[in-house]
Structures are given as structure tokens and as C-alpha cells.
């Protein structure tokens, strides 16, 4: 003989759907314990002066759920462990023992490497008064969420959606500010109150923004969101934008879009890119979310033509990128560690370095300038070329011998500009400037890229300064002088800064 625990369902809420087999059980078990009595169904228990301990101790000397069901399979399984052969200990829980509760499922996973034999009997679940209760058929598409886990990537507008476990006034409020990722603040959604219980259910419909301020939540108390098919909700979902960029290609999509290749849109994905970065420039965020969107869409029409012969498709992309944050990141999802921005770098290229080991691609003569792309804007690529270079030595000692190079560079373009040296000797010489100039930037810890651009719109800002001056008297640049601009100037300098 060995120990059987058997775990039973109280059933939603009315004492009156407690079966009379459960009951029998509870009344003969060895020893009964009780998740909690706060249930309406525990009336019975006394009625028939059944025995019983709850848990109910356990939730106030934990600080998290997971800690409250752990401790309680822990003492479940201690308990029938300690028992006498033959011995029927029942665990009783709100509802259905396999709805909602995860120490049912800890049970499942613990009892058979400990010799006990574990039975799990029904009950009414709470779902089954939110389906008459709520009047809204599951086959339509349902889901069941947790509010103590719920996020916003899990909420399925198209789909009916029940939130349980909303014990509380502060479990509402997150369960509204989730849901406010997806919802409108004013969508209609409802919470139930011990549906079913005679006396007790409430239902109130209220909009989103009042959920926190519907009163009586407690341990029998869920939200519905009905489904929706609105397209206003669908348009914030990723699934939905995948939808229409294929329809766009499709045989009855945009006959434009359909004829694009990768090479046709190649400089819009180039385009896109510079538009999202002068939104970053001028600190323009409602501009930056528009040409961010914009910039998405070139990567789902590029994800888009590979799908379409079958290649992957963007979830592959996705997948990969995620694949590669994760292995690239192992002092935030591994053992490693790093203290600072520095030794999280060197962990970035530690594993970038071990990613094309493991994918073989590490180059069988690598060099040190290897992953530099080759299509990057001259600036940029020559940045980081020289920070490639000078991780191994290939650098200069201080800032002076740059400025010093710098000057013979200068030199030297004088030199070749003034005797009428090849255009070609003219433009090499120019190049060596501005890769100096590029090795200055470096040493000061400043990106080129970003001191250039600086520097370009001051010039507009100035300029446009000048343009302004000129309109006033009805002219126009082209009218004046280099003099008169010159003035004009000047003036921008003192009013708009001379940095």
C-alpha cells in the first residue's frame, strides 16, 4: 500500500454545486487541507463538522505567489510523506483543480519521485459561470489569462478574454495599464464578483480607465474583454502590419509594391535610414515614430520577398535576432558578469567571436579589420577602422601626434593643391585630412559622424538666417554680396550661438 494524495475542486463558489462525491471525500480523508477558507463552499464543511487546515497563514508570511504555491507543495507532499500507509490525504482548492493552480501543477510534477499517488478530481470551474454568467461562447475564441503574469504580448483583441485571479484594487490597476497597451481607455470591459454565488454576484460594465475603481475585488473575482474585430485594434498588433504587407504583394495587393525587388527599394531602405536619424538629431519624437514605422515597413518588404520563395520569413528574423541578444548578452541572461558598459562590450564581442566559431565562418587568415561593412558612409567606416586598429597597439600615444599629423597632412594638400598636382594626388590627399581629422574625434571620445552633423546644421541654421534677411527686402541670396552675406553672418553667429 503507499499514500495517496487526492486533489479536489470546491467548485466556483455556490455551496450548492459542491458534488456530493468531493464531499464524501473531504469527510473521509485522513487529514484535509484547504488552499483557503475564504470560500463559500467551506460552509458545508462546517455544517458537517468536517475537519480541515488552510493555508490561508502561508500567503501572509510570503512575498510572492510562486513562494506561496512552493511552500504549500512543500508542506503537501512533507505531509503524505509522514503518513501512514493507506492514508488519503485531500487537498481542496476554489474552482477546478487544474484551472489556475499552480500548485496542482508543482504536485504533478513532485509526487511520483516521492512514492505518492496523486488523483485529481473535478470541479466546477469559475470558468464555467463566466460562460453563462458573461453570455459568451469559448468556440468563438477564448483565452484565460493570469493577472498576476499577464502581459500585453499575450492579449488577443479578436479573442474573448478572461483575467482571473484579480484579488485586489492594486492587481486591477495593473491589470488596466496592461490592457491600456492594447485597448482604448474608454473599451468596455466587465468584472464579475462570485458569479454564480447566491447573494454575492456583482457584474459591473464599466469603461477600461474605471476598473481599478469597481469595489469588492477578491479571491472570486475575474475581468472579461469581449472580443472585438474592430480594425482599430487589430493595427496595433505586429501580426496585423505581416497581414498587410502581404497583401500588398499579392496577386491582388498594390501593383507597385508587388514589383519591387530587393535592389529596386535598396536606397529607400537607405533613405529611411537617415530620415530616422534626423528625427534623433532634432530630439523629434512624434517625427521619429513616424520614421521608425517607415523604416520598419523596408524590413518587413524585404522579409516579405524572402517568405514568398520560401527563404524565412520576418518570425525567422525575429527568432534570430532574439537568439543572438540572448547568447550575445550572457551577463544578463548567463552566468557572466559585467560592471560596466566597458565589460559589457567585451562581452558583446567575446561571443560575436564565438558565434562565428560555432557557425564557421571565422575567416581561416582573419584580419583585425574584419566586420567593418563595406558599404558604410566614409566617415563612419573610417572610425571604426582606426578603433579596430588601435585595439591592438596601432595608435598613437596622445592626441599631440595627431595634431601633429594633422598638420603635415594640411601641408600636404596645400602642397598639391597649389602646384597643380593630379586631381586624383589632390583627392588622396584630401582623404588623408579628414581620416586624421577622424583619428582627432577618436581621441576626443566623439563620433564624427555626429560632429559633422552638428556642424551641418549649423550651417543651415545660419544660412537660412541670411535667406531670411534677404527675403525681408524681397531678395535672395543669389542678389547679394559675399560681403552683405558675410554681415548677415556674422549676426547669426552672435544670435543663434557661436559654437
Known amino acids: 500500500m503507499s499514500v495517496t494524495l487526492t486533489v479536489v475542486g470546491l467548485g466556483s463558489g455556490d455551496p450548492d454545486q459542491l458534488t456530493i462525491g468531493i464531499l464524501n471525500k473531504m469527510r473521509g480523508a485522513s487529514a484535509l487541507y484547504l488552499r483557503t477558507k475564504e470560500h463559500p463552499a467551506v460552509q458545508v464543511l462546517n455544517e458537517f463538522e468536517v475537519a480541515f487546515e488552510s493555508f490561508d497563514k502561508v500567503y501572509e508570511t510570503k512575498e510572492s505567489f510562486p513562494e506561496v504555491y512552493e511552500e504549500i507543495t512543500s508542506q503537501l507532499i512533507t505531509t503524505a510523506a509522514k503518513a501512514a500507509d493507506g492514508s488519503e490525504i485531500v487537498y481542496a482548492v476554489p474552482g477546478h483543480p487544474m484551472v489556475a493552480e499552480a500548485a496542482v501543477q508543482l504536485l504533478k510534477e513532485r509526487c511520483p519521485a516521492q512514492g505518492i499517488e ?77 458569479l454564480g454565488v447566491e447573494g454575492e454576484e ?68 537607405i533613405e529611411e535610414t537617415y530620415e530616422v536619424i534626423e528625427t534623433i538629431d532634432e530630439d523629434d519624437p512624434e517625427h521619429m515614430k513616424e520614421e521608425l514605422g517607415d523604416l520598419l ?75 567593418v561593412p563595406r558599404d558604410l558612409p566614409a566617415l563612419m567606416k573610417s572610425y571604426k577602422l582606426q578603433k579596430k586598429a588601435a585595439k591592438v597597439g596601432f595608435n598613437w600615444d596622445s592626441i599631440e601626434g595627431v595634431f601633429d599629423k594633422l598638420d603635415e597632412e594640411v601641408a600636404e594638400l596645400k602642397e598639391a593643391v597649389r602646384e597643380g598636382h593630379a586631381v586624383e594626388a589632390q583627392l ?72
Open 118 to 194: 496523486l488523483n485529481i478530481l473535478g470541479g466546477e470551474s469559475f470558468l464555467d459561470e463566466a460562460f453563462v454568467r458573461l453570455g459568451f461562447d469559448p468556440i468563438e475564441g477564448f483565452q484565460l489569462l493570469d493577472a498576476g503574469t499577464l502581459d500585453a504580448g499575450w492579449l488577443q483583441p479578436q479573442l474573448h478574454t478572461l483575467i482571473g485571479q484579480v484579488y485586489d484594487t492594486f492587481t486591477a490597476s495593473d491589470v488596466k495599464l496592461c490592457l491600456m497597451e492594447r485597448y482604448p481607455d474608454d473599451y468596455e470591459v466587465y468584472v464579475g464578483h462570485a
Open 202 to 269: 456583482a457584474v459591473h460594465k464599466v469603461p477600461l480607465y474605471e476598473l481599478d475603481r469597481v469595489e469588492g475585488y477578491g479571491n472570486l473575482s475575474l475581468v472579461y474583454i469581449p472580443r472585438s474585430e474592430d480594425e482599430a485594434l487589430k493595427r496595433r498588433s505586429f501580426d496585423r502590419l505581416h497581414e498587410i504587407v502581404d497583401i500588398l504583394r499579392s496577386p491582388e495587393g498594390c501593383p507597385w509594391d508587388r514589383e519591387q525587388t530587393h535592389q529596386s527599394i535598396r536606397k529607400n531602405l
Open 297 to 371: 515597413l523596408q524590413i518587413l518588404l524585404h522579409a516579405q520577398m524572402e517568405e514568398e520563395v520560401g527563404t524565412f520569413n520576418v518570425y525567422d528574423v525575429i527568432q534570430g535576432l532574439n537568439d543572438k541578444l540572448i547568447f550575445r548578452h550572457p551577463h544578463v541572461f548567463g552566468d557572466n558578469q559585467a560592471n560596466d558598459a566597458e565589460e559589457a562590450l567585451q562581452n558583446w564581442e567575446q561571443m560575436k567571436a564565438e558565434e562565428k566559431r560555432l557557425k564557421g565562418t571565422t575567416a581561416a587568415d582573419p584580419s583585425v579589420l574584419d566586420g
Open 428 to 499: 588622396l590627399e584630401l582623404g588623408d585630412v579628414l581620416f586624421v581629422a577622424v583619428n582627432a574625434a577618436r581621441f576626443m571620445g566623439v563620433d564624427p559622424e555626429e560632429a559633422l552633423s552638428a556642424t551641418n546644421r549649423k550651417f543651415v541654421d545660419r544660412f537660412q538666417y541670411i535667406e531670411q534677411k534677404l527675403r525681408e527686402q524681397g531678395r535672395r541670396p543669389e542678389d547679394s554680396s559675399v560681403d552683405e552675406m558675410e554681415t548677415y553672418w556674422q549676426e547669426a553667429k552672435k544670435l543663434l550661438g557661436k559654437a
